[in-house]
């Protein structure tokens, strides 16, 4: 399947730092990325839609403040968490819709285990 | 709305034996995609099968196969010959298909399956 990459697997920063996290699609062009956060034992939770070009379009309840998307590139989209701080602590997974597949099959990247102390 | 249902509590299976991870689902759009993702300890979220709401046939995918019944809303999975790298939690997944390239995943709360040696 298609690869997905993101960067970097793990973050520990002190409370008030931003980290920034990278996602790449390595074999297909992604017009569309999207970031999801996950808690322990839980679901993911959608946070942006993030479109090549454009402005990412936030779910309710998330801070496009917090969280800013940029999706400056068919391969990669970035997620700076701002002034980060311990609720941001979290599982942050990224993921990519390859066009070129029947119905655009959505490839995850192996995630971003955020630790904001 | 979407809404995707995985109620059983976690799972146990013997080594080489087959399983069944229960999905139901409910949506009002005409035509839907569902998916199937492993996540293992590691994190990473593993696309394992689709299968199309107009689809004639069960879509397999190795020793994966899912068993759709379009009127009773379901789409279980199905493991054959279960190995000890099987054991990781199973999300079930939907999406619309026709309304474009931005339509969301939506996932169930995942099922936690463990492969007894």
């Known amino acids: 399947g298609a690869v997905v990459s993101q960067h970097p697997s793990w973050v520990i920063c002190k409370s008030g730092t931003s980290v920034k996290i990278e996602c790449r699609s390595l074999?297909?062009?992604?017009?569309?990325m999207f970031w999801y956060r996950q808690f322990p034992k839980q679901s993911l939770m959608l946070m942006a839609t993030s479109n090549e070009g454009s402005k990412a379009t936030y779910e309710q309840g998330v801070e496009k403040d917090k969280f800013l998307i940029n999706h400056a590139s068919l391969t990669l989209s970035t997620l700076t968490v701002t002034s980060a701080h311990p609720e941001d602590s979290s599982f942050y997974i990224c993921s990519a819709r390859d066009p070129g597949t029947h119905p655009g099959t959505q490839y995850f990247g192996p995630g971003t285990r955020l630790l904001v102390l | 709305a979407q809404k995707i249902t995985q109620t059983q509590p976690g799972m146990f299976v013997q080594e080489k034996e087959a399983v069944t991870l229960d999905c139901t689902y409910d949506?009002?759009?005409?035509?839907?995609?569902l998916f199937w993702y492993k996540q293992p300890s590691s994190g990473e979220m593993i696309f394992l099968i689709y299968?199309?709401?107009?689809?004639?046939q069960n879509a397999t995918e190795g020793r994966y196969s899912l068993n759709f019944q379009k009127a009773r809303k379901s789409a279980n999975l199905v493991i054959s010959a279960s190995q000890l790298g099987d054991s990781a939690m199973y999300f079930c997944a939907m999406r619309a298909i026709l309304t474009g390239a931005n339509s969301k995943l939506t996932f169930g709360k995942g099922i936690t399956l463990s492969v007894r040696p």
């Open positions: 074999d297909f062009q992604a017009t569309t």
């Open positions: 949506t009002s759009d005409p035509s839907y995609g």
């Open positions: 299968q199309g709401s107009y689809d004639q």
